[in-house]
């Protein structure tokens, strides 16, 4: 089976930094998504990693190690805005589609 | 358009109904995805066409639930005779060729209510 494994809740003051870690363990790896969901609202991309290392894109890094099953979302000089929900999802093969297999959500809440 | 739409936003039906959900995808897109979002759960996989054929459908739960693309642009999602545990947001998506790196865009899903 599958799975994907993040926290649950996080909470973190504006201006600061915040790690959401995502641990996976899935048959087949085609790469790792991290996207963000603000409540009633679609999930919006944010990152996508397929090889080990971190990947920066303005205030928001990702990291992966596929020996390791896991990846990380770092999101600097918090907002309020960056109250949402972070999605880790891991891009699986399968009987004839590359799969978004998804954890259950980092609920991410940014105090002043 | 410029994003995935999808209609109704909202759709309260009773027991045992027939619901139709509707995905229109990003102008260009041949992939398209369903996936389900019950509360406090990350999105799961229903189905996925490539064109107007549907290449995969392990994710869907039982056979109530149909999904077609006539003309490989618009997708309806079918469920008949609807349990309340159909209640869910009803998510779809597209990208651009279905290809292994390809970001899967996303539209503000159907929230669905089975009383």
């Known amino acids: 089976g599958q799975n994907i494994d993040q926290p649950t809740e996080m909470t973190a003051t504006e201006g600061a930094i915040v790690q959401i870690n995502c641990t996976y363990q899935t048959s087949g790896f085609n790469g790792l998504f991290w996207y963000q969901q603000h409540a009633g609202e679609a999930p919006t991309f944010l990152s996508y990693?397929?090889?080990?290392g971190l990947e920066e894109k303005g205030r928001f890094s990702s990291f992966l190690s596929r020996s390791k099953g896991y990846s990380y979302l770092l999101l600097k000089e918090l907002q309020m805005k960056d109250s949402a929900s972070y999605l880790c999802a891991v891009s699986i093969s399968g009987a004839g589609s590359y799969q978004l297999t998804f954890g259950k959500g980092t609920k991410l809440s940014v105090i002043p | 358009g410029a994003g995935v739409s999808q209609t109704p936003s909202n759709k309260v039906t009773e027991k045992g109904k027939y619901v139709e959900l509707r995905c229109d995808p990003i102008?260009?897109?041949?992939?398209l995805y369903w996936y389900r979002q019950s509360l406090g759960q990350g999105p799961e996989f229903l189905i996925y066409f490539q064109g107007t054929g549907a290449a995969d459908d392990s994710g869907l739960p039982n056979d109530r639930f149909f999904a077609v693309r006539p003309e490989g642009s618009v997708s309806t999602l079918k469920i008949q005779r609807t349990e309340r545990g159909d209640s869910a947001v009803y998510l779809c998506a597209s990208s651009l060729t279905g290809g292994i790196k390809d970001t899967q865009y996303f539209g503000p899903g159907t929230r669905l209510t089975v009383l």
């Open positions: 102008s260009g897109h041949t992939a």
């Open positions: 990693n397929v090889l080990d």
